[in-house]
Nanobody
Framework: QLQLVESGGGLVQPGGSLRLSCTSR????????MAWFRQAPGKEREPVSCIRTEDGFAQYEDFARGRFTISIDNAKNVMYLQMNSLKPEDTAVYYC???????????????WGQGTRVNISS
C-alpha cells in the first residue's frame, strides 16, 4: 500500500498555474522531510523542492525558485506544490517523496508516490 499519493496534475496552457498535492497515509510529522521530484519524457528524474516537515524550511532547484512554492499542512497530512508561470519544459511526471531522516534535494528518500502527470501545452 502506497504511503504517498499525488494528485492535481493535468493539462495547462503556458503561463498557467497548477497545485499538486501529496497525501500521506502517515502523519507527515513522522517524516523528517518531504520533497517533489519530476521526470520529463526521455530525461532522468530531477529534484524540484524539499521541505522540512517540522518547521517548513524549504529548498528549491534554480528553475523552481520564484515560480514554485512548496508547503505542508501537517494537520491534514498533505504536502503541496504550487506551480505558477508554467512553461512547456515543466511538462513531466511529478513525484512526491518522504524520509524519516534525510533532508535535501538528492534522490535519497525512502518513500515515493506513483506520480501525477503535468502537461504544459497550448
Amino acid at each position: 500500500q502506497l504511503q504517498l499519493v499525488e494528485s492535481g496534475g493535468g493539462l495547462v496552457q503556458p503561463g498557467g498555474s497548477l497545485r499538486l498535492s501529496c497525501t500521506s497515509r502517515r502523519n507527515t510529522l513522522d517524516y523528517y522531510a518531504m520533497a517533489w521530484f519530476r521526470q520529463a519524457p526521455g530525461k532522468e528524474r530531477e529534484p524540484v523542492s524539499c521541505i522540512r516537515t517540522e518547521d517548513g524550511f524549504a529548498q528549491y532547484e534554480d528553475f523552481a525558485r520564484g515560480r514554485f512554492t512548496i508547503s505542508i499542512d501537517n494537520a491534514k497530512n498533505v504536502m503541496y506544490l504550487q506551480m505558477n508561470s508554467l512553461k512547456p519544459e515543466d511538462t513531466a511526471v511529478y513525484y512526491c517523496a518522504a524520509d524519516g531522516t534525510y533532508e535535501g534535494l538528492g534522490p535519497l528518500y525512502d518513500y515515493w508516490g506513483q506520480g501525477t502527470r503535468v502537461n504544459i501545452s497550448s
